[in-house]
């Protein structure tokens, strides 16, 4: 894929016939092409030669650049003076909306945090909506050398590139060198299946500061397998685990949209019991599916088509379930995926919602069991994928990876299965995992995703939130001395301050959210409310001027609203539920008026991994606020949060 359509030294370009330069630019397209980008085009191109001719002797041009994050592509990359700058064109726009202006400032961001060649760069985002009123504002850089959106009508354009010239005197570059550094992106799981259902390859959205250790490794084997059990007519299982954030769901996503169509030899279907994930992913795909047809002119499609129309790639497994209990006959699908698979339920959970929802008295199968005995139904071959997290299990219930194994050794022998020698480490081993466990298991290291994704700046963040919830402090502050310095986390016990800081943080298309764990009652003081139910497709994805989007900081989400979804700056609120007193943790719950202690080996290992979850959500960095408690208050005394706070300072972290 090229990375611009249309590159050449700025002298070049002015010279250069507008026919020839819409040619290049149309065969690099190689799509239908709409009248309305060849119009924009050919504005573009006018303008820029008419007002250009200032920087004739020095300068690149570069159209439709490709900008790594988002797998979109910027309208005009100008490089004057070793300066990049990004414009975004609006053609007969009168407003500088608030869209425009983060889709602009987000290219900027994106290309300096992914393009190798602009890690050292300035980075200048501009906006330029052609019949709004020319503003003028200051111009200003950010610690990382990218500036505040510059918006124009194009009238003063060049006098606002001057100023910054004016302002920043800097070396012309190699622009070979820049022009061919190495893309790293790392989008977000929203963003990456909306790029894979554009049909963009998954190499070119998961390469990760890491470098060669690429979930397309991942992906490639499970392919080979899925057809190898096609062809040989066997049925397999493949366990594929990985740190959080490694693309466990990125690679489930990836093999669904690949064989997607029904007529497909290989159909596939991705599933998940994770209702906010398939709610958001749903909403977001059929968002970009029914705009693209609206700019490609194709008016038949509604929105609630395009919803029908996604909800056959991604499906929620209560659905697939539920159709199973009432048709006996085998699935159509070949290949089912199942994402957080450690979070099927066991037996007796299994029976007694089968009980009470579905007035099934005599259900005797946990949700592996079954769900393995729908695809067991195919008589010639089939392929199950369980995307395993260690350390998610995060409600009553949830059987752990224990619950799949225990289905395969007393019912489905008979299914060969392949996993990682990874299920012996981490978080896996405390579901009762051993060696014998999968000692009958083809073990295949391809198939663990070891590299966090979800922050590229920090590979280490798993690492530390287990020693923190371990609460191994000197362990936590060695292993942050490490990535404090691309992904800060601070403490606060002031709320209003923490809300300051991550506000402060999150600029352009970032998203930052308040997060709580679900029983985090007493935050309710601090203006955090657990109880509010929140609209995970609005939370998620809705602009950050609305009051429904997490950036409004109103709304809290808990570890059920976020569990494999991401947020790039994360405001994480630390309730007396979780408390750590005399060198270890204490686990509570809060029932009617008072805390109760958590007896249960179960339910503490449910809230930990709550924290696990919360902790792990964001992309570039985190505050942890924790209150001052209140001696009026027996439910919320200091000495129920000062613990955690001093151990939390002694995991490295530093307060703000």
Avoid at 256 to 283: C, I, K, M, R, W
Avoid at 537 to 563: H, K, M, P, Y
């Amino acid at each position: 894929m090229s990375r611009a359509y249309y590159a050449a030294p700025i002298n070049t370009f002015l010279i250069t016939e507008e026919s020839k330069i819409i040619g290049e630019l149309t065969r690099s397209h190689g799509q239908d092409l709409l009248h309305t980008q060849t119009t924009a085009w050919e504005y573009q191109i006018r303008f820029l030669q008419q007002e250009l001719s200032a920087f004739s002797n020095q300068g690149w041009i570069f159209f439709e650049f490709m900008i790594p994050r988002m797998g979109r592509r910027a309208d005009v990359v100008l490089i004057v003076s070793g300066i990049i700058f990004v414009l975004e064109f609006k053609v007969g726009a009168t407003v500088y909306s608030y869209a425009d202006r983060a889709q602009t400032s987000g290219y900027a961001l994106d290309l300096k945090h992914f393009h190798s060649g602009s890690h050292d760069r300035y980075i200048v985002p501009m906006l330029i909506s052609t019949k709004a009123n020319e503003p003028e504002i200051p111009i200003e850089f950010n610690h990382e050398g990218v500036a505040n959106v510059i918006c124009s009508s194009g009238d003063a354009l060049i006098r606002k590139i001057r100023q910054v010239l004016d302002t920043r005197h800097l070396q012309d570059f190699d622009m070979g060198v820049w022009f061919k550094s190495s893309y790293k992106p790392t989008p977000t799981i929203v963003e990456a299946a909306q790029a894979l259902y554009a049909k963009h390859s998954v190499i070119d959205i998961t390469r990760t500061e890491a470098g060669c250790e690429n979930i397309a490794v991942t992906s490639s084997r499970l392919f080979k397998i899925i057809h190898d059990a096609r062809v040989n007519k066997r049925k397999v299982i493949c366990f594929v685990t990985g740190v959080p954030g490694a693309g466990k769901t990125l690679v489930g996503l990836n093999i669904a949209n690949q064989h997607s169509n029904p007529d497909d030899d290989e159909y596939s279907v991705f599933l998940s019991g994770n209702g906010p994930l398939v709610t958001v992913l749903q909403e977001a795909l059929a968002r970009d599916l029914y705009a693209n047809e609206r700019v490609r002119g194709r008016k038949d499609l509604s929105k609630k088509d395009a919803r029908r129309r996604v909800e056959s790639f991604i499906q929620n497994i209560h659905r697939f379930r539920d159709e199973s209990l009432k048709d006996k006959s085998k699935p159509p699908e070949h290949v089912a995926i199942f994402d957080e698979a450690q979070r099927a339920w066991n037996k007796e959970q299994t029976a007694k919602f089968m009980q009470t929802k579905r007035g099934i008295s005599d259900f005797a199968m946990s949700e592996p069991e079954f769900l393995i005995s729908v695809m067991d139904r195919h008589e010639d071959w089939a392929v199950i994928i369980a995307l395993v997290g260690g350390g998610q299990e995060i409600n009553v219930g949830e059987a752990g990876i224990s619950g799949w194994f225990n289905a395969i050794q007393h019912n489905f022998k008979h299914w060969q299965v392949y996993c990682s020698p990874n299920l012996l480490t981490g978080e896996y081993i405390r579901n009762g995992i051993d060696e014998s466990s999968i000692k009958d298991f083809e073990q295949e290291p391809s198939l663990h995703l070891s590299i966090s994704m979800r922050s590229f700046r920090a590979e280490k963040l798993s690492s530390f939130v287990h020693h923190l919830i371990d609460g191994n402090a000197f362990a936590a502050a060695q292993t942050y001395r490490f990535i404090e310095q691309y992904f800060p986390i601070a403490i606060t016990r002031d709320i209003d301050k923490a809300k300051a800081w991550i506000k402060q943080k999150t600029t352009a298309n970032r998203r930052c959210g308040v997060l709580a764990s679900s029983n985090a009652i007493r935050l309710k003081a601090e203006g955090v409310f657990v109880k509010n139910t929140i609209e995970p497709e609005n939370w998620f994805l809705a602009e950050g001027n609305d009051i429904r989007s997490s950036n409004f900081l109103e709304d809290a989400a808990t570890e059920f609203d976020v569990q494999g979804l991401e947020l790039d700056w994360a405001l994480v609120g630390w309730d007396a539920d979780l408390r750590f007193v005399d060198g270890q943790f204490q686990h509570w719950q809060f029932k009617g008026t008072k805390w109760q202690a958590r007896r249960q080996p179960e339910n503490r290992r449910y809230l930990e991994n709550a924290y696990r979850v919360l902790l792990t959500r964001a992309r570039e960095g985190m505050i942890i606020f924790i209150p001052e408690g209140d001696l009026a208050d027996e439910t919320r005394t200091p000495e129920f949060y000062d613990g955690t706070f001093q151990f939390l300072l002694g995991c490295g972290l530093r307060e703000t």
